[in-house]
């Protein structure tokens, strides 16, 4: 009897890489894909995962924007925006509900604006420079 594991990755290996294996570098890729398919395959269990899926993002070279339509009944003095290198955290909706937004790129946490227009959350979070430069770190051997 072959797990579910097993069945996916039977698909898998059938399934067309992009072209070239460079994307296979970037594991946002990967967690794309993944989060592609358990939002098709299993739209309630990936919510909950997540978050509602109610925050859209948008990326620039430099930026990432987010949006997120406030559910009537947010209070100003209640609503708090935390943010992580990879992801934001909406916390201070009616009852006591949150939102987790994933980025899509790493940014950098202590730097972001936030404000409400129109019943709406706008949140431009800059992006964390990514570094493909090796560096060189002494070897100690010990005896």
């Known amino acids: 009897m072959s797990s579910n594991w097993d069945d996916l990755e039977r698909w898998m290996e059938g399934q067309q890489l992009p072209r070239g294996f460079e994307v296979l570098r970037e594991p946002d890729w990967v967690e794309r894909f993944v989060r592609r398919m358990m939002t098709k395959s299993l739209p309630e269990i990936a919510g909950r995962i997540t978050g509602t899926g109610a925050a859209a993002t948008k990326e620039s070279k430099q930026y990432i924007s987010v949006t997120l339509k406030l559910p009537p009944g947010t209070e100003q003095g209640s609503l708090r925006v935390l943010v992580r290198e990879d992801a934001l955290r909406i916390e201070g909706l009616p009852g006591g509900k949150h939102e987790l ?16 227009s129109e019943g709406t959350l706008h949140v431009k979070l800059r992006k964390r420079a990514g570094s493909r430069m090796f560096h060189e770190h002494a070897v100690h051997w010990l005896k």
């Open 101 to 116: 937004v994933r980025l899509p790129k790493l940014v950098k946490p202590r730097v972001c604006r936030a404000s409400v």
